[in-house]
Structure formats: structure tokens, C-alpha cells
């Protein structure tokens, strides 16, 4: 199959004309005839968000359509979030600053769709390509017949703009990039109230990842079963999988939704470096739970990871070979979600710090057998004890590590 969203033909950057004779636009297009069936097209679609949780986005976009427009806070919102921050994942950089059009067209329709007047293209500023792309991509669509159109239908002028974020990994979550956009700290807050209902400035604010964005542009130029169709077994769409650690061949992969992982590591990713046996894989970034070798031939989709304890998050895939210390990577990722913590909930504050202190000194081998039943208490202690995933996701990859690979611990710890 070939690529959809990776396709030479439009990896034109943010030249809009060359967008367009590529075939761009034919989303928009659609979308401007008959905005009435965005949202169903959606739905028929199967599209689910494609930034970690795997909401489906038809849900979110109805729920936003639904309100009215909050006048004090300038019309409705979208927030398309390219914050990425997360080890082990790429995939948004490429999009934003390869193909930046497919993605504000995809905004640009979410604008139709709900009756949005202002897009904020969210982006890392440390992707300095990223930024750059999206600002000569936003300026081409000023004054263009295209965006002229899609006000039309809004109802008011639409306006995009290009928002860097702070930077910091907690920016990514939604109630977060929310207050970044509005100028403050990205605190994440408590909900409900739920973005939809009150985002930037009080107003109805519509998320999604990048990808998502640049998946609605596809499915609304060439329709619901085609887009179905790309997929293997129950499964939809395509899927752009971020393939790192100790593979032959590193990089960004896009195949059918349901690949099995088997076929990434060996098939796309080359196999494993080193000639290694395969050990285990963080799936959908480092906050998820160990894949082993027995499950090599799991789909990569959302339901049949949920089914083997996992999710596919992002869809990043972080393999490891034997040799690798899995207390290792547990304790980096750990000391990466503990550097990162926004410090506003005490319980991630301090707890994501113990736990990478006593994962650091047991993997230098100054632990103490007493260190394993602290471990093992933290990780029923903080699992929802924050505003945010940050806390759960440090909890999740240390549990699936004790669980997965407990000889490691014993082994570090003499018992």
C-alpha cells in the first residue's frame, strides 16, 4: 500500500501553490460544499485521535460544534497540538515541517466543521524547522480564495496563527497548551470543564494532534471507505509509527493501522541491531507498558494493544535488544518524567522524584532490598493522583518494568 500522509508527491513544504496542484484542497473543497457532512464523514470514517489517547474524533468535533460561539472570547478555537516532547517520538516534526499544508487544511476544515474563526498551529520551538515551515505555510493562505471561503462559511474572517509552546513535555496536554496559548504557564487544570466547553479565553476550543489533522484532510478528499479500507483486519487508516533504540533502521514508518510489530522490527526496521535478540519494546513512548518477544505478533492498533495490556500512544516504538538494561531505560525514563513534572500536584512533584532517586541508586548498586517493596508501593500510591498523565505515566513504565522484567531488580538489589 502506498503512503498516504509520507507520499513524495506532497512533501512540497509550505509551497501552497505546489500543495494544491498535488492535489491539495480537495478535502477543503468537500468540506465547503456540504459542512453538514463533516462530522458523520468522520464517524464513518472510524477516525480516532492520534496523539495518545485515541479519542474518537467525531465525538470531540461534535461536542465543540454543539456550543455557541463565546463572544468574549473572540468566536471558537482550535488548537492543533504539535508540542511533541515525548522520547521516542518524531512523528509531528515531520508533518509540520515537511507537510505543513495538509495539516492546516485538516485544521481548516475542523474550522468549517465547528465554526471556528481562530486556528492556533501549536508547535515545539525547539523544532526550529517546524516553525519556520508553518509560518510560510500560514502566510501563503492569507489573502488566498480558499481561506476567503472558509470565513464565508464560518461566518466571520478566519485567522491562523503559528503559537510556540513553552516547550516543556507538559505543554502537550490539552488543558496545558489551553493556558500556554493564553500566554500563561502550561498548568494543567482540572476538568471538568473540558476544553470543548471552555478553552482559550473561556471560549469552545477544539484539540487534536497534528496527525489527526493531517489524517480529516485525506478522509474528507477521497472519503470514508477509502479510508477504512487502508487498514488490516478491524483496524483503520494508516499510522505513522516513530521506530527507534536497537533497530537496523530507525526512522519514521507509515503502513496500515494494524501492522504487527513483528513486521515493523524486522520487515521495515531491518531487524535488530547487532544481530540481538529482541528483549522488549516501549510501545507508544516510554509512558506505556512492555511488549516481550512473545508478543511480537500483536497488531499495532488501539484495540488489540488494549487486549495485550499496552496502547498504542503516540505510536512510538522504542525496542530493546538483549544487553540493554531494562532498569536502565526505566530509570531514564522515569528522570525524564521527573525533570518534566510542572511541580503543580505534590503527589507528582515529589513522587516522580523518589521514584527516579531510588531507581538511580539501585541501578549504580546502592539499592537495598527494601527499595523494591517502596517501588512496588509507589505504584499503587500515584496513578491518578494528578492533574495531568505525567504522574500515571511514570507509574505505568515502572510497573510494567517490575512486572516484566523483575529479575533485573532482584539481580541489582542481591535478593
Not at 485515541?54 to 472570547?73: L, M, N
Request: aromatic content about 6%.
Amino acid at each position: 500500500m502506498s503512503a498516504v500522509l509520507t507520499a513524495e508527491a506532497i512533501q512540497v513544504g509550505p509551497d501552497l501553490g505546489a500543495w494544491l496542484a498535488a492535489g491539495g484542497g480537495q478535502g477543503l473543497e468537500r468540506a465547503l460544499a456540504e459542512p453538514s457532512g463533516i462530522i458523520p464523514m468522520l464517524e464513518a470514517a472510524g477516525l480516532r485521535g492520534l496523539g495518545g489517547a485515541g479519542f474518537p474524533t467525531h465525538r470531540k468535533w461534535a461536542a465543540v460544534a454543539a456550543q455557541p460561539p463565546f463572544p468574549e472570547g473572540g468566536g471558537k478555537w482550535i488548537i492543533c497540538n504539535g508540542n511533541e516532547d515525548e522520547p521516542g517520538t518524531f512523528k509531528d516534526r515531520f508533518l509540520l515541517s515537511r507537510t505543513p499544508h495538509q495539516v492546516i487544511e485538516g485544521a481548516l476544515i475542523g474550522a468549517v466543521a465547528v465554526k471556528a474563526n481562530i486556528i492556533a498551529l501549536y508547535v515545539n520551538p525547539r523544532e526550529t524547522a517546524s516553525v519556520e515551515a508553518l509560518r510560510e505555510a500560514a502566510a501563503a493562505w492569507q489573502g488566498h480564495p480558499l481561506l476567503a471561503r472558509v470565513g464565508e462559511a464560518v461566518g466571520v474572517p478566519v485567522e491562523i496563527r503559528v503559537s510556540p509552546s513553552s516547550g516543556l513535555y507538559v505543554g502537550g496536554e490539552e488543558t496545558a497548551a489551553v493556558a500556554s496559548v493564553m500566554g500563561g504557564f502550561p498548568f494543567p487544570s482540572l476538568k471538568p470543564p473540558f476544553p470543548a466547553e471552555r478553552g482559550v479565553n473561556g471560549a469552545p476550543t477544539l484539540l487534536n494532534n497534528v496527525e489527526t489533522f493531517a489524517h480529516v484532510t485525506h478522509v474528507l478528499g477521497r472519503g470514508a471507505r477509502w479510508y477504512r479500507a487502508l487498514g488490516l483486519g478491524d483496524a483503520v487508516g494508516t499510522k505513522l509509527y516513530s521506530l527507534s533504540g536497537d533497530v537496523l533502521r530507525p526512522g519514521l514508518h507509515e503502513l496500515p493501522m494494524g501492522t504487527s510489530l513483528r513486521e515493523l522490527v524486522f520487515e521495515h526496521g531491518g531487524g535488530m541491531l547487532g544481530g540481538k535478540a529482541f528483549k522488549a519494546v516501549f510501545t507508544g513512548g516510554p509512558s506505556n507498558t512492555l511488549l516481550t518477544a512473545r508478543d511480537l505478533d500483536v497488531a499495532l492498533d488501539f484495540e488489540s494493544l488494549r487486549a495485550s495490556g499496552s496502547r498504542l500512544g503516540t505510536g512510538a516504538m522504542i525496542v530493546v535488544g538483549e544487553g540493554t538494561s531494562i532498569l536502565r531505560k526505566t530509570a531514564e525514563y522515569v528522570a525524564f518524567f521527573a525533570a518534566n513534572s510542572c511541580g503543580q500536584c505534590s503527589s507528582c512533584k515529589i513522587g516522580t522524584h523518589q521514584v527516579s532517586r531510588i531507581l538511580e541508586r539501585i541501578e549504580a548498586g546502592a539499592g537495598r532490598p527494601a527499595d523494591l517493596g517502596a517501588l512496588e508501593n509507589l505504584t499503587r500510591l500515584l496513578p491518578g493522583s494528578g492533574r495531568c498523565g505525567l504522574v500515571d505515566g511514570a507509574a505505568t513504565v515502572l510497573a510494567s518494568s517490575l512486572a516484566t522484567f523483575p529479575e533485573e531488580y532482584r539481580r541489582a538489589l542481591r535478593i
